[in-house]
Each structure stands twice: as C-alpha cells, then as structure tokens.
C-alpha cells in the first residue's frame, strides 16, 4: 500500500508543476493582453483619426500647390485681329563660322508670328539662350550645304524650330510661337 500512495503523490505533484506553468502563462498573457488594451492598441478610433489627419495634410498639401501655380490668363481677341501676323527683327547679326571653311557666315534675322504681343516680349527675354541656340545651329552649316537648292528654307525652318525650343522650354508655350523665320541678310565671305 505503501507504493500506492509514492506513485499518487508522485503524479500529484507533476500535475502542480503543470498546474503552476500554465497559470504563469496565463497570467503572462493576460498581463500582455491588459497592456495592449490600456496603450490602446485595439482602439480603432485612434486609427481612423490619423487617416482622417494624414487625408487632411494631404488636401492642405494640395490645395497649396494649386496656389502656387500662376493663374493663366487669357487675351480675348477681336475676330480681324487674331491672324494678324506680328514681327521682330533681332537687332544684331549673327555671325559664324563655316563648318571646316576659312569662310564666315553673317545672317540677319526676322521672326513672324500670329501669337499676341506675350511671344514678342518672350522673344525679348530670351534673346540670349535665342541667340545661342541659333549660333550653334549656323555653326554647324558646312561650305557644300551653301550652294544646295533649297539650303535657305530648310535653314528657316531649322530656326524656325530652334527658336519655338527655347520659348516652350523657358516660357512653357505648348504650341508653336514662331511660325516664319526671314532672313533680312545674309553674307558669306
């Protein structure tokens, strides 16, 4: 009888030990569990409100930048005066060299355009980046180009393009300002 009762309180006291474990767990996760609540992990109003803050600094960020854009205006026109051609003349010649030639190129230039008096004055502003963007195009005219056909034309228009380059890349004109580029002078010596 005596075996009995060591094999029974054997066996009681590995149930304890059992017992004890899980009760350490159980409170451990309980004790985790209360904690998360109370920091207010499982609020979900919490949650909501910074997603409605964050939509909200977003649609301030937005309505900032539709404030910084400059407002576009528009130039009403009367009906007789929307193709009326207006031109510039640059005041100075271009002068260049002939690509792999001792000769030199000496061009005057004249632009025309249908646009209002905005191309003009861009014109003006940009006159430097123009004028550069024109001296390396003309740099680039070789002696045997000189005597083709149909070299002039293709030149104006060469210009005619370079010049709309530089007006849509500084001026952010979505359409082609200039629409004829003339030579009022044009040596080579």
């Not at 209360?34 to 499982?42: D, M």
């Not at 109003?45 to 528009?74: C, F, G, N, R, Y």
């Not at 193709?83 to 025309?112: D, G």
């Not at 849509?168 to 009022?184: G, L, N, P, Q, S």
Request: proline content about 2%.
């Amino acid at each position: 009888m005596a075996e009995v009762e060591e094999e029974v309180k054997s066996g009681g006291g590995l149930v304890k030990i059992i017992l004890i474990v899980l009760v350490v767990l159980l409170v451990g996760v309980l004790s985790a569990l209360g904690a998360l609540f109370f920091t207010g992990f499982f609020d979900q109003a919490e949650a909501d409100a910074a997603e409605q803050a964050i939509a909200e600094l977003e649609a301030d960020i937005e309505e900032t930048e539709a404030v910084q854009e400059p407002e576009k205006v528009t130039k009403e026109m009367a009906e007789e005066e929307q193709f009326k051609p207006a031109y510039h003349s640059f005041p100075t010649p271009f002068i260049a060299n002939v690509s792999q030639s001792r000769k030199v190129m000496q061009v005057s230039l004249a632009i025309m355009t249908y646009y209002d008096d905005r191309v003009l004055t861009a014109i003006a502003d940009h006159d430097f980046a123009i004028r550069a963007a024109i001296l390396d195009r003309l740099r680039m005219v070789r002696e045997d180009e000189l005597v083709e056909a149909d070299f002039r034309r293709n030149l104006q228009e060469d210009l005619a393009l370079i010049i709309n380059e530089v007006l849509e890349k500084f001026e952010a004109f979505k359409f082609a300002a200039v629409e004829e580029v003339y030579f009022t002078a044009f040596v080579v010596q």
